[in-house]
């Protein structure tokens, strides 16, 4: 009923007169707003949603080959180099606990005193009474070991990513994108409501390129990529986007949720690894899911630029709460342990450079994965990878495959997180495995 015809009828009914002549024009208002869309069960019942036939087939696929059901795999005790799955030990490589702190007694200690002194919560956004020492602590240590002048925590590392570009940007604003970089940056960057435009990976002059086109169009252009890719493991040539970038007056925003903490001499990253001033890049973020053990996610750069996310960005500073002190305590004991243990960052990479040399040398395909953590084992398909991955879990070898939607349907592999406390000999025999199962693997049958 439209708002002008109820109001029609209450004030007939309060004023004691007959509503006929309203149920009329209300039948005829209806018929005026002929349906655009023939609503059916698909509609209100999520049982008939098309999403669901995805997750069906794929069900249907696994049962079919009998394949033991992969994803919410449940383990027991602490993820590292191995982890207890279904009540076996595993060599895993499917955490992303770099540094392997996620069990460190000092990260432990430090999230259980933060319990003690605050709580479980702080009850409340930062901004009102949700502010303790700890979040300001962490936020200056990380500003220095960025050589940036201040940062900020978020509760979450990917609403922290949608939040900051989703502000930032706006309808009068371009968002230049690697078309590999993270679903959070691209959901930020639609959400914002700005131009958007993908260049192709890593592809530098494409994005020049896009810059002579179309800066003069817009006011501000943000440039997004990643330090290290999640999917493919490689980095990206930051001394090049940040000399466009200065050229063209955009602002750069790098994804640090796979190099922070890992590459660099450091392991303090991009900025780290090229010898960058921390100013070169405008946008610093990261997820606090990786290296440092814990949850949630950062920016830092000029304090201007933090001091409006922190009052103004809705989802990091505005209409959310505080991040759990448990988390930030958990946060900075990782961020000290990588400052007095640069080791640590060192040997990750070492680790996986010696898996990248001994998949090359077994003749595998390890894509463009270099001097990084994260190592794809390319496949031609998608069938091949869950078969690959159900072989090695077999064997008990914890490897995820990387399908479609998460990476092209024609870049099917299986992903391995290095980490720290990995062994040449644990390397050794999955490498040794993969090769094995290359060798006997079925043809695909275009089934999934
Ligand atoms: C590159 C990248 N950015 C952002 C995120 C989001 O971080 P989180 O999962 O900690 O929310 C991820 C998560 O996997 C990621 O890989």
Known sequence: MSSDIHVERLRARLLGKQGG?????????????????????????????????????????????????????????????EVDVAGRRMINFSSYNYLDLSGDPRVQAAAKQAIDDYGTSTGSGRIIMGEIPLFAEFERELADALGVEDAVLGVSGYGTNVATIGYLARKQDLVLYDELVHNSMLVGAKLSGARRFAFAHNDCDALERLLIEHRSNFERVLILTEGVFSMDGDIPDMPRL?????????????????????????????????????????????SMSKAFATIGGYVAGRRELITMLKYYAPGLGLYIA??????????????RIMRDEPQRARRVVENAGYFRAQARLAGLNV???????????????????????????ENNIFTFPMIFPVVPRNAARLRFFVNTAHTREQIDRTVRLLVELKAVAPISKGLF
């Not at 505080?322 to 961020?335: H, I, V």
């Open 21 to 81: 002549a309203l149920v009329d024009r209300e039948a005829q208002a209806a018929r005026a707003v002929a349906p655009k869309v023939a609503t059916g069960p698909e509609h209100y019942d999520f049982a008939q949603f098309p999403e669901l036939r995805e997750y069906a087939n794929t069900r249907w696929y696994y049962d079919k080959q009998g394949y033991e059901w992969n994803m919410f795999r449940e383990h027991a005790g602490v993820v590292s180099a």
């Open 242 to 286: 940040i000399e466009i970038k200065k050229r063209h007056h955009a602002l750069l925003m790098v994804d640090e949720a796979h190099s922070m903490g890992v590459i660099g001499a450091r392991g303090f990253g991009v900025v780290d690894h090229f010898g960058l001033n921390g100013a070169d890049i405008d946008i610093h973020y990261a």
């Open 322 to 335: 505080s991040p759990m002190p448990a988390n930030a305590a958990a946060g900075l004991a990782a961020l």
């Open 367 to 393: 894509g463009r994965s270099e001097g990084s953590a994260v190592i794809p084992v390319m496949l031609p398909d998608a069938e091949l990878a869950l078969w690959m991955a159900a072989r090695m879990f």
